[in-house]
């Protein structure tokens, strides 16, 4: 389970398993740069699937609402038949 609080991790990540192939689900919180300097928050949950190409992206206007897609999306590949690998924070080193 992902803690909350201001004081829990800025990342999260879960690396898959299924057929000899590694994907990778993110979550993630930052702060965003827009074009007049200012900073922003930003959730959002990171998809890399080597099948699909690039990376993907997508930004969610909660922290809640990414934790729930990033869960989702972790559920949905165990359904079809992937192993987690790895589940936790990033590892360092």
């Known amino acids: 389970m992902i803690e ?3 004081d829990s991790p800025q990342t999260y990540l879960t690396i898959l398993t299924k057929n000899d192939i590694f ?18 928050p930003m959730t959002a949950v990171i998809k890399h699937d080597p ?13 809640g609402e990414a934790r729930r897609n990033y869960e989702e999306a ?13 589940r936790g924070l990033p590892l360092e080193g």
């Open 51 to 63: 099948r699909e190409g690039q990376p993907i992206l997508k930004q969610f206007p909660s922290g």
């Open 23 to 40: 994907s990778f689900l993110g979550l993630v919180r930052a702060q965003m740069v827009d074009s007049d300097g200012l900073t922003k």
């Open 4 to 6: 909350r609080g201001n």
């Open 74 to 86: 972790i559920t949905t590949s165990l359904e079809r038949g992937w192993s987690i690998v790895y």
